[in-house]
C-alpha cells in the first residue's frame, strides 16, 4: 500500500515563504512525473508543479519563478519550496504520484497566506 504524507503548511503573511515535503511509503519515487496539487476553497483541484525523472520541472504559469519542486529520492521525499507567497495562493496542497486509476494522492496540507 502506497502512502503519502503532505507537512510543512501553514499560515504564513504575504510575501513570505514555505516548504512543503511529501514523504512517501517504500520506493515510490521511481515513478515519474510526481507532482504537486492545491485546490482553493470553492475551486477546483489544479496543477501546481511536477518533476520528472530527468529533473526536468513544469509549473502552474501563476507560481513560475517563485516555487521550486524537487525531489529527493534517498529519502523518498518530494519537495514544494514556496516563495513571495500571494493572498491566492492559499489552499491545501497535494502532493501525487503516478498509479492505478487517478494515482496516489497524500491527505493534503492547509497553506493560508493572510496577513
Known amino acids: 500500500q502506497v502512502q503519502l504524507v503532505e507537512s510543512g503548511g501553514g499560515l504564513v503573511q504575504p510575501g513570505g515563504s514555505l516548504r512543503l515535503s511529501c514523504t512517501g511509503s517504500?520506493?515510490?519515487?521511481?515513478?515519474?512525473?510526481v507532482a504537486w496539487f492545491r485546490q482553493a476553497p470553492g475551486k477546483q483541484r489544479e496543477f501546481v508543479a511536477s518533476?520528472?525523472?530527468?529533473?526536468?520541472?513544469n509549473y502552474l504559469v501563476s507560481v513560475k519563478g517563485r516555487f521550486t519542486v524537487s525531489s529527493d529520492n534517498a529519502k523518498n521525499t518530494l519537495y514544494l519550496q514556496m516563495n513571495s507567497l500571494r493572498f491566492e495562493d492559499t489552499a491545501v496542497y497535494y502532493c501525487k504520484i503516478p498509479g492505478p486509476g487517478n494515482g496516489y494522492w497524500g491527505q493534503g496540507t492547509q497553506v493560508t497566506v493572510s496577513s
Open positions: 518533476i520528472l525523472s530527468n529533473g526536468a520541472t
Open positions: 517504500g520506493s515510490i519515487f521511481n515513478r515519474y512525473p
